[in-house]
Structures are given as structure tokens and as C-alpha cells.
């Protein structure tokens, strides 16, 4: 367990009585287990089963055995998405000092290493390279709370090159896989442990009912949305708003849910802790393209008061071939921050900026639509050539056309394309609309058109 072990738990495991150590493991994969109240704990699955390979072959080779750092992060995360290898050029000076960065600049971390200079048993001086590296590197994963990837180096004999950045990025990613903080390590007047896993938590509670029931529950009025965007790896990115009326709950309050497949396997849990009295709270997670049962809430703990709702949801396969579109995404405001994205309460942040969805998609004449969204899959005529798209918005009233931008080129990255706009609406008249987006590959000469509904009022409050 020492893989995923919090700096706080670990401390603790240093204290307590000796005979308290079983108790403490059921507790610690009490704290981490996503379904509280089924038989399985997937958390413990998964750590497990790369126990196993870890034994099989990690700890087997020239990398330090089982006790080494490359395995380490194994356990924490996994398997690296890629796998690189970086050995410093054979005609540098010895003993002179070698900047990787030049070299893998891709990676993001600017780390100086060094040749060492050693002697063997006989007193001859040799040179042994220090910053021959094994690179692994993580694709972005919001469940890890890594939104931005993670890139980890090696030194032979699985030896990790440490930063300030990675230790906090490992740290974090720990205390991300707590999914039920209220279980905690309670002693007694002696020391010894309490053993309270044995009882639901609220959340627990909570969600077991909803799983048995399957009806929701409308004590605090919520209101959610899901939207779906494409990462790497195979998977969907989805952020999930939760919208509640003002001040319906008090200090303290907590945002939960859970995500089955049709196997009715768990594939994501979450439970999030907020403070004072906000009004709406972002949410992020990735799952893999498919249909889905979402669990999804918040309890107020001053007045155990619940909202709770249960969706089903398709997420799309935006990963397939041909031109593809991310939800079209209508918000409210668009802010520029520096906190990173894709972490709980920023979910609906791209980059640097934030958009503030707009669930209710009600405008009065005085706002103006704001719109975002990602084009997928766009055509390349050969290598190295440039791709291009372009886009164009109609405003619908009832069926007839009100207005229509040009045809506007789009800011492409990569295979992917950016779409935003801002469209005043004073002088709309107030009504039942619809936006169509109509997005044209200019190499491949593909067309894809999607449309949003919303509606303008010509009330200011």
C-alpha cells in the first residue's frame, strides 16, 4: 500500500499499536473504495492486480526490484501511456553538464543532469552517464488529477528523477483516489483504532438507496448537464455541472456520484466536498465511449436535505474516423484564470479560460449567445499539409431563418479544430430559437451540421 499511502496515513501507520495494523488496511481500502456497500472494492482490484505484474516482471529485471521507484509510480498509475528512452550524446565532454531540455522539450520539465565520474576498484577513473533516462509519460487523465499529462524520468536502476512539480503531482494524485474521506483512522482514550467502516456513510446511504430504487430525490431542486469532448487514449472527457437554487443548503455540502456501464460495473466515482453557499459546481471525469447509468447528487449536512438524480446517457465514440463535434457548448460567461483545468470546480475550463455554462439556455435581449466547441477528425491532402476548416451560425425562429454569420475559417490545432462565438441578441425578438452550426472540411470537403435550441425573453430579471 505504500504506493498510494497519503504523507497523513502514513504517519499514522508509524503510531499506532501493532495490533491495530489489520484494522488500519480495512479502513485504508475502506476510504479509497468507489462503491461503498456493493462486495467489490475497484480501487483494491486494480492496485492489486499490479501487485501481481509487478511480481511478475517489474520486479524481476535490472530496475531496483519491487522496492523501486519506477514501481512505485506503477502502482500509483499505472501503465504510461508511452514509453520513451533519452541517452545523452556520446561526444559531450565528460563531466560537463547536459540540458535535456533541447532534447525533449515536449515533455515539460527543464531538468539538468550530469555525467558522473567514478573509479573502479583499481583506482582508474571512469565515467558513468547519469542521464541515461527511461521517459514515461501519461496522457491526460482528470480521474488522476493529472488534467495537463504527466511525464516521469528514470535513472538506471528505476531510480526517479525528482521536482518540486512531480512530488506534488504524486501527492495529489494520492489524495484523489480517497473516494469516501468521511471513513477516517478515530481512536480511542487508549489509541487504538475505532472501527466505524463497517457503517454506511451518509453519501454511501445515499447511493445505495438510488441504486435500489432507481427513483430520484427532489428535497434541494437540482439541475444537471453533461457534456462530452474527446481526450486522449481512447477516452470521452465529460464535465458535469450540478445547478441548485440559491442558498439551499448551508456551510457545508458535498457533490457525489457514480457511473455504471450496462455490466453495471463502476467505472467512475466521485465524492467532493464545497463550502458555502454556491449555487452551481463543476465536476470532471473520463470514460470510455459507450452507454451509462449516471448516480449523481448533492446532501447538505446542515440539514441532510438531498438532491439526487439518475441519468442515462450514450457518450459518443468521438475518437472514430471522419468529421466529428464535440457538444456545442452554450455559456453564460468566459473568464481567463490560471488554475489548472479539468479539476473539480473548474471542469468546464479549456486552457486558460472558463466558461460558465448556461443550463437554462434562457436569454434575455440585453445577452448575447455564447457558444463553444471542438471539431474532430479533420482531412490532411498528404504530409505535412495544412488542414482547414471553416464555420458558419443561422439563428431559427420557429423554422425561419433570422440571421447568418459568413463562412469563417476556424483556428485549427493539429487534427482538431476550435469553434467560438458571441452573437448579441438585442435585436431578436423574444421566442423559441434554435443554432445551427454548420462546419465544412476544406480539404476533404465533408460537411457536418449540428443544432442547439435556447430561448429569448424580453424580461430583464
Known sequence: ???????????????????????????????????PGTARNECRENYEARVVIVNERLGRDDRGGASSDMVKIFLLFG???????????????????????????????????????????????????????????????????????????FRPGGEMVESEELAGQIERTKSRLIANPSIGYARDSSARLIDIATDLSPVETILRNLQE??????????????????????????????????????EEATVFGVARNTSGSTVSAFEEQMTGAQTYY???????????????????????????????????????DGLLLSTVLLYSRAEQTDTP??????????????????LDRLYRK?????????????ASDGEGSERR??????????????AQTHDAPLGVFGDHA?????????????????????????????????DVEFSITDEEN
Not at 432507481?214 to 450540478?242: C, H, M, R, W
Not at 476550435?418 to 452573437?423: A, R, T
Request: net charge negative; no cysteine; aromatic share 12%.
Open 1 to 35: 500500500m505504500a504506493a498510494i499511502v497519503v504523507e497523513e496515513e502514513a504517519k499514522l501507520f508509524a503510531e499506532i499499536d501493532e495490533r491495530d495494523r489489520a484494522l488500519f488496511k480495512k479502513l485504508f481500502w475502506a476510504r479509497r473504495d468507489p462503491t
Open 79 to 153: 501503465a504510461p501511456s508511452e514509453q520513451k528512452q533519452w541517452t545523452a550524446p556520446a561526444n559531450l565532454n565528460r563531466g560537463d553538464p547536459v540540458d535535456v531540455t533541447s532534447e525533449q522539450e515536449d515533455l515539460g520539465q527543464g531538468i539538468r543532469e550530469y555525467w558522473a565520474r567514478e573509479n573502479d576498484r583499481q583506482g582508474n577513473e571512469f565515467f558513468r552517464s547519469a542521464n541515461a533516462q527511461i521517459i514515461w509519460n501519461y496522457w491526460r487523465n482528470a480521474w488522476l488529477a493529472i488534467p495537463d499529462g504527466l511525464s516521469v524520468r
Open 213 to 250: 430504487t432507481e427513483q430520484n430525490i427532489d428535497d434541494i431542486p437540482l439541475e444537471i448537464q453533461l457534456a462530452f469532448f474527446k481526450t486522449s487514449g481512447g477516452a470521452i472527457y465529460v464535465p458535469i455541472l450540478f445547478e441548485f437554487g440559491e442558498e439551499v443548503f448551508g
Open 282 to 320: 463543476e465536476v470532471p471525469i473520463e470514460i470510455s465511449p459507450g452507454e451509462y447509468k449516471f448516480y449523481l447528487g448533492i446532501l447538505d449536512h446542515e440539514t441532510s436535505r438531498v438532491g439526487a438524480q439518475i441519468i442515462t446517457v450514450e457518450a459518443p465514440n468521438l475518437h472514430s
Open 341 to 358: 483545468a479539468g479539476t473539480p470546480g473548474h471542469a468546464f475550463q479549456f486552457g486558460q479560460t472558463h466558461f460558465t455554462p448556461k
Open 366 to 378: 440585453s445577452d448575447s449567445l455564447g457558444f463553444f466547441y471542438y471539431v474532430y477528425g479533420l
Open 389 to 402: 476548416a471553416t464555420a458558419m451560425y443561422t439563428l431559427f425562429k420557429e423554422g425561419v431563418k433570422q
Open 418 to 450: 476550435v469553434g467560438s462565438q458571441e452573437i448579441r441578441l438585442g435585436d431578436f425578438e423574444p421566442g423559441a430559437y434554435s443554432l445551427q452550426v454548420r462546419v465544412t472540411d476544406r480539404v476533404s470537403g465533408e460537411v457536418l451540421t449540428h
